[in-house]
């Protein structure tokens, strides 16, 4: 049974960091190229930054800088580094896996950037 879990939502202050983590199962992680969405009320889902087999990030432009992905094969997990969070980060985080023809999403991790 394939499983994206994410986890470390939670609510931080302006200007503060937050790390997510994705721990996957049931399908060749190392064979995967891992992603990072994000989706706030109302909106489409939108891309955040990707980490692909051979550790070559690409991120967004909105968190570029601020961001960071890495991807722990040993432990089939992939992390979110995020810094100088700001309100507008507040959405819910997903983690997405794609290779091969498949692709697989987490159930997201919601993320509150308040004072």
């Known amino acids: 049974q394939v499983q994206l879990v994410e986890s470390g939502g939670g609510l931080v202050q302006p200007g503060g960091s937050l790390t997510l983590s994705c721990a996957a199962s049931?399908?060749?992680?190392?064979?995967?190229?891992m992603s990072w969405y994000r989706q706030a009320p109302g909106k489409e889902r939108e891309f955040v930054g990707t980490i692909t087999t051979t550790h070559t990030t690409n991120y967004a432009r909105p968190v570029k800088g601020r961001f960071t992905i890495s991807r722990d094969n040993t432990e089939n997990t992939a992390r979110l580094e995020m810094n100088n969070l700001s309100p507008d980060d507040t959405v819910v985080y997903y983690c997405?896996?794609?290779?091969?023809?498949?692709?697989?999403w987490g159930q997201g991790t919601r993320v509150t950037v308040s004072s």
């Open positions: 997405f896996a794609w290779g091969g023809g498949q692709n697989y």
């Open positions: 049931g399908f060749l992680f190392n064979d995967y190229a």
